[in-house]
T-cell receptor, first 112, second 117 residues
Framework: GNSVTQMEGPVTLSEEAFLTINCTYTATGYPSLFWYVQYPGEGLQLLLKATKADDKGSNKGFEATYRKETTSFHLEKGSVQVSDSAVYFCANSGGSNYKLTFGKGTLLTVNP | DSGVTQTPKHLITATGQRVTLRCSPRSGDLSVYWYQQSLDQGLQFLIQYYNGEERAKGNILERFSAQQFPDLHSELNLSSLELGDSALYFC????????????????FGPGTRLTVT
C-alpha cells in the first residue's frame, strides 16, 4: 500500500538557519510526490511537487528531490524566515494518482 | 486563495446529530476530494467524486456519505455523530480525475471545523 513517513516535530530553528525535514514513502506504481504547507488557521497549500524520479521541485527557496533509490523526498531550505513557521506535510499520490496519502506533518517554528 | 470554498467554517453539534458540509470546487475542476484531519489520525483521504460519480473511496465510515451535484459542488453528510468525529474536514478539487501516469494538482479549501459535544 501507500504510506508516507516524515520526521517527527516539532522543529525549532533560528532565522537564517538551514532546514531539513525528512520524508520517505512507499507506493505502488509510479507516484508523484508533494510537500504541502499549512499556515495557522488556514487550509493546505501546495509548496512543491515532483512527478518522476530525479525531478527536483522548488518554490519560495524550498527544494526537494525525488529519490527513487532511497524512496525519499526530503524538504530543504537554506535560510529559513520567521514567516516559514507552519506545519509541513509530505504526500504521495500512489500509483493511481487520484488520492493523496499524507505524512503526519512536521511543525516548524522559526524564531527571530 | 485557492478558489475552493467550503461552508460552514465552523460547526458545533451534539452527539447523534447529522450535519452537511458543502464544497464548491474551483471553476472548471471536475474532481472533488474530501479529507479528514484529526489530531490522532492526521490527514486522511475519505472519498473522491469525478463529474458526479464516485471515483475512489478511502477510510470513510459507513455513517458518512457524499455526493457531487450536476453543478459540480459536493456535500459530505455525517450522521450519528460521535465525539471522535470532531475534526477539520477539507475539500480539494482538481481539473481531472487522475489515472495511471497522470497527476493533476489538488487545490484545498480552508476547511470546516466540526466540533461534536
Amino acid at each position: 500500500g501507500n504510506s508516507v513517513t516524515q520526521m517527527e516535530g516539532p522543529v525549532t530553528l533560528s532565522e537564517e538557519a538551514f532546514l531539513t525535514i525528512n520524508c520517505t514513502y512507499t507506493a505502488t506504481g509510479y507516484p508523484s510526490l508533494f510537500w504541502y504547507v499549512q499556515y495557522p488557521g488556514e487550509g493546505l497549500q501546495l509548496l512543491l511537487k515532483a512527478t518522476k524520479a530525479d525531478d527536483k521541485g522548488s518554490n519560495k527557496g524550498f527544494e526537494a528531490t525525488y529519490r527513487k533509490e532511497t524512496t525519499s523526498f526530503h524538504l530543504e531550505k537554506g535560510s529559513v524566515q520567521v514567516s516559514d513557521s507552519a506545519v509541513y506535510f509530505c504526500a504521495n499520490s500512489g500509483g493511481s494518482n487520484y488520492k493523496l496519502t499524507f505524512g503526519k506533518g512536521t511543525l516548524l517554528t522559526v524564531n527571530p | 486563495d485557492s478558489g475552493v470554498t467550503q461552508t460552514p467554517k465552523h460547526l458545533i453539534t451534539a452527539t447523534g446529530q447529522r450535519v452537511t458540509l458543502r464544497c464548491s470546487p474551483r471553476s472548471g475542476d471536475l474532481s472533488v476530494y474530501w479529507y479528514q484531519q484529526s489530531l490522532d489520525q492526521g490527514l486522511q483521504f475519505l472519498i473522491q467524486y469525478y463529474n458526479g460519480e464516485e471515483r475512489a473511496k478511502g477510510n470513510i465510515l459507513e455513517r458518512f456519505s457524499a455526493q457531487q451535484f450536476p453543478d459540480l459542488h459536493s456535500e459530505l453528510n455525517l450522521s450519528s455523530l460521535e465525539l471522535g468525529d470532531s475534526a477539520l474536514y477539507f475539500c480539494a478539487s482538481s481539473p481531472l480525475g487522475g489515472g495511471q501516469g497522470l497527476y493533476y494538482e489538488q487545490y484545498f479549501g480552508p476547511g470546516t471545523r466540526l466540533t461534536v459535544t
